[in-house]
């Protein structure tokens, strides 16, 4: 685990009292004062990456270090819609094929009739 993520308290707030600096809209079903960010990680990068803008995707970097994001997007993040996939590619500096999400979609081919 990193040294950003072992310092996060379960409170929602860092050890130093910060939190990632999202807006609430990309949370409305979640009780925003009490997300526990590093238990939830996941899905906060998830949220923030499918529906978050340039900037919010900043705030997340800035807040969990690229590192580990890149890490959650190449390893655990197994969806995300395919205009969201180019856009990480370039944002992030990522092969489209390095993505989790991805290599599920070329394993799980489309049906048709």
């Known amino acids: 685990m990193s040294e950003v993520m072992a310092s996060i308290k379960n409170n929602g707030q860092s050890a ?5 600096n999202l807006p609430k809209r990309l949370f409305w079903d979640w009780n925003y004062d009490k997300i526990d960010w590093d238990k939830h990680y ?40 395919d205009y969201v ?7 992030f500096k990522i092969k489209k094929e390095d993505l989790a999400c991805y290599a599920r979609k070329q394993s799980m081919p489309g049906r048709w009739i």
């Open 42 to 81: 996941l899905a906060v990068i998830d949220r923030v990456i499918e529906r978050g803008n340039r900037e919010e995707w900043n705030e997340v970097v800035h807040f969990y270090g690229s590192n580990h994001v890149n890490d959650v997007l190449k390893k655990e993040i197994k969806y995300l819609p």
């Open 85 to 91: 996939i180019g856009d990480v590619c370039i944002y």
């Open 16 to 20: 130093n009292g910060q939190k990632p």
